[in-house]
């Protein structure tokens, strides 16, 4: 990356344009997204018995196929996570408030599946902010579930006014403790925080397969889970069934602001990220390095412990086993597409949210099975980390900063 | 961690030695922990003439061992001694070099005495136990040595999880098709390695951190592996699919009669054989060839190791890729060795757990193996937990390996070696 020539030769409207938009990051986001999509149909295609047997006819009709058979996967994903728009009209056509419910509930659905999303999101955002790589939010999501359904169905004769913010802090402690071991022999240590994230991950799972069996266990189940949560600790829907969305959706949206006001607005905020982008200036300039690890992390756990109270105080209402089914490692791919920062954080975990909703019905209507989500996930994730092959395929320029938002400490910490 | 000049002999200053004697202390008072825990916990609320009852003999073997009976009390009394004295000694004078080897010997008798007290008035299948953690022992020894190959090159791997259930559900695949165990192995272990190529262009070709390298691939790995499974081979017209077979038990001729240690070691199938062999090779390739040095010199110092003339991209796309065959090979362990079938996500976190392996083992072959044998017995534990006598959920044994890993990581007693440029990108100039 050459410091640039100030350019003499005039240029022409689009070369420009193409000059722009070929250097634009967000030219390189949108790519990978639409790569891992055609991926995405390539392999679904690629997987269908059908389409070999018309490759054997003619070569013409198997591309057909082959194209179809990925459309239409897109189509189901699409209508299973927005709505068929047909359905739409009528139910709006017939005026029937169940119908409507009904056509326009797995867009809000999506949204449900898109809360947890930010705020696991913002958890590993957040430390990546600050050079660190929170790969246990799983593992606080779970405890910030244990500790959030704890406070939902054991603390009684609360208004929900009262009962909903100490449930949701309950979350948010949970997950703090579990952030702030790693943080904390980071800190005084050195133990690097991707493996003690891990193995405080497996910690996690053990204990609450534990806890569900025995001191939390509702005694008349067979299965293990927890008893079900008080009404006055349950997230308000706001719509009635079949509709799930409740208010933890703005309540993630508010924390994607905290964390933004937090991170680029407060002295405080300053620091973290100066500890992160060049941890040596960070030093010279006096902050404390073990400081702002431990308090990362904290902060990074509480998130991810909101997302985990947020899914049992909105949605389950009781703790079950294996209740998070991997919200906690997609947000890595999450935070890494939102560049790390809250905003992008919430636009990819609506793109995360909507593909696991779509997925799930796409499944069920055409048969393709919902792990393709993430393999678009993983692809998604390498084109991110890896903008050159990105840049590569497309031709695109380099650009004119370095683009690695995401400066993580080496190993070694 | 500490710097890397430790390989290089300067004069101890006075903070090192400081460091060293509250090492040394730190390690004696965690003997002396042991010992006293033996003795307060374990000895004293015992009946005086309490039995223990160890079984020697593993479940449906023809080797009969007579069992083992003996006083609690008074054995638990002895573990204690001995933990007392070494802790002591270790206080005093400090055991060097063999720290490590003493360490181990409290740890087996410290587990011992909670067996034995665990056991008092009832009885254990010791033999049983035993023969069960050699079997858990292979999946997680084998990741370990994936994750040894990578990281002794500088590469660090933590996607041997998903390499291994790539390979558990390739081998699976070939040797159902072919009807054949060692296609199906071969099968897995090129795809293990195909996944390594993957994570070298990704990290070393195109430098992005290893660890989001790792985590595409694990990504990747589950989302492929359990979408081919429930699209074909999980369901019933594809069953052909998915049974691949299994390798059969092989018994050593002579060393498998011998009573106790027969059935446990030498009556096993293939990949516990295979288990101590490579890390036997392994050991012997990196740390007595040119070629380990190299590799290992990439790992510590690329870039000394490229001004003498050693290609460091190269060789660390070499050990990414071996280290991504052995994971495949140690995913065939799951389909072709132990189940006889593929399921999604079968490896259920064991790569993750050799990782720790790894690390519990200082980046040593054999000290891998050792923890590998030590979680192992701890899986295999929290099997049998009910069968105890003293009431310990199963999830709490299920959690010590990764509670050790931590306490190992945080340099509580004693700190492990990792090499030196581990994880660091190699940027030629």
């Known amino acids: ?413 | 961690m500490s710097t890397a000049s430790e390989t290089i002999v300067i004069p101890m200053s006075k903070g090192i030695r400081n460091r060293e004697r509250r090492r040394r202390i730190t390690m004696g008072v965690f003997f002396l922990l042991a010992a006293a825990f033996t003795w307060l916990v374990f000895a004293v609320n015992l009946t005086p003439n309490a039995m223990t009852r160890f079984v020697m003999t593993p479940g449906g073997s023809s080797t009969v061992a007579p069992d083992w009976i003996f006083p609690t009390g008074v054995y638990l009394n002895i573990i204690a001694g001995i933990c007392a004295m070494l802790g002591t000694f270790q206080i005093v004078r400090g055991f060097g070099k063999r720290t490590y080897s003493v360490l181990a010997l409290v740890a087996i008798l410290f587990i011992f005495g909670f067996l034995s007290w665990a056991t008092s008035g009832g009885q254990t299948n010791l033999g049983g136990l035993l023969r069960v953690m050699v079997v858990r022992a292979v999946p997680l020894t084998l990741g370990a040595l994936s994750g040894i190959l990578c990281e002794r090159a500088g590469v660090v791997n933590i996607a041997i999880e998903g390499m291994m259930l790539t390979g558990a559900f390739v081998s699976t695949v070939f040797a159902s098709l072919s009807h054949s165990l060692v296609i199906g192995l071969l099968a897995g272990v090129v795809a293990g390695g195909f996944m390594g190529v993957i994570h070298g262009v990704l990290s070393i070709k195109y430098k992005i951190n290893q660890i989001i390298s790792g985590t595409v691939i694990n990504i990747f790995s589950i989302g492929i592996t359990s979408y081919l499974s429930s699209k074909y081979i999980q369901r019933s017209e594809f069953q052909y699919l998915n049974e691949p077979g299994m390798f059969p038990q092989i018994e050593v001729p002579v060393l498998s009669k011998i009573p106790f240690i027969g059935p446990i070691l030498f009556h096993h199938n293939i990949y516990v054989f295979a288990m101590v062999f490579f890390v036997l090779f392994i050991t012997f390739l990196l740390y007595k060839t040119r070629w380990g040095l190299r590799l290992r010199s990439v790992g510590e110092h690329p870039k000394a190791a490229d001004t003498l003339g050693i290609n460091v991209f190269r060789t660390r796309y070499m050990a990414v890729i071996l280290g991504g065959m052995m994971a495949g090979f140690g995913g065939t362990y799951f389909s072709l060795g132990s189940s006889g079938r593929f399921d999604e996500v079968m490896t259920a976190g064991r790569g993750f757990i050799g990782l720790a392996a790894m690390i519990f083992g200082n980046w040593n072959p054999i000290g891998s193996m050792g923890a590998g044998f030590l979680f192992g017995f701890f899986d295999s534990l929290s099997v049998k937990a009910s069968l105890l006598q003293v009431p310990l959920p199963s999830e709490f044994l299920g959690m010590v390996p990764y509670l050790a890993t931590i306490v190992v990581l945080a340099g509580v007693v004693g700190r492990g070696q990792m090499p030196a440029a581990d994880g660091v990108p190699y940027e030629k100039e």
Request: glycine share 10%; net charge positive.
């Open chain 1, 1 to 413: 990356m050459s410091p640039e020539k100030p350019e003499q030769i005039k240029k022409s409207g689009i070369a420009i344009f193409w000059d722009e938009f070929s250097r634009s990051n967000l030219t390189v986001i949108i790519l990978a997204i639409l790569t891992g999509i055609i991926l995405g149909g390539v392999l679904v295609a690629a997987t269908t018995t059908e389409v070999y047997a018309a490759f054997k006819v003619s070569l013409w009709g198997g591309l057909k196929l082959a194209f179809t058979t990925a459309w239409n996967t897109y189509v189901a994903l699409f209508t299973g996570s927005v709505g068929n728009p047909e359905k739409i009209r009528l139910a709006f056509e017939s005026g029937d408030p169940l119908m409507i419910r009904r056509a326009i509930n797995p867009f809000f659905e999506s949204l449900v599946q898109t809360t947890p999303y930010i705020f696991a999101g913002l958890a590993v955002a957040l430390g990546f902010r600050v050079g660190l790589f929170n790969i246990g939010a799983e593992g606080q999501i779970f405890i910030g579930a244990i500790t959030g359904v704890w406070a939902g169905y054991a603390i009684h004769g609360l208004p929900p006014i009262i009962h909903i913010p100490v449930a949701l802090l309950f979350g948010a402690l949970g997950g703090a403790i579990w952030g702030f071991v790693p943080g904390f022999l980071k800190a005084k240590t050195g133990a690097h925080e991707v493996i003690t994230t891990i193995m405080m991950n497996y910690i996690a799972f053990r204990l609450s397969d534990w806890l569900l069996k025995g001191p939390m266990g509702d005694p008349t189940e067979y299965t293990p889970k927890t008893p079900w949560i008080l009404e006055s600790a349950q997230l308000p829907k706001l719509f009635d069934l079949p509709i799930r969305f409740h208010i933890g959706f703005f309540v993630a949206l508010l924390m994607a602001v905290l964390v933004y006001l937090l991170l680029f607005k407060t002295t405080w905020g300053l620091e973290l990220r100066m500890v992160g982008s060049n941890p040596n200036a960070a030093r010279y300039a006096g902050i404390k390095i073990t400081m702002s690890t431990v308090i990362a992390m904290v902060l990074s756990g509480a998130l991810a412990g909101l997302a985990g109270a947020n899914e049992v105080l909105g949605v389950n209402h009781r703790l079950i086993p294996a209740f998070s089914s991997g919200y906690g490692f997609d947000s890595i791919a999450l935070a890494l597409l939102g560049k790390s920062h809250p905003f992008g954080v919430i636009l990819s975990a609506l793109l995360f949210g909507f593909l696991r909703n779509g997925a799930r019905s796409m499944q069920l209507t055409v048969g393709v099975p919902i792990d393709i989500v993430s393999i678009l996930q993983a692809m998604i994730l390498a084109f991110i980390a890896a903008p050159a092959i990105i840049r590569t395929i497309y031709r695109l320029r380099e650009p004119k900063h370095a683009e690695d938002i995401v400066s993580l400490q080496s190993w070694k910490g």
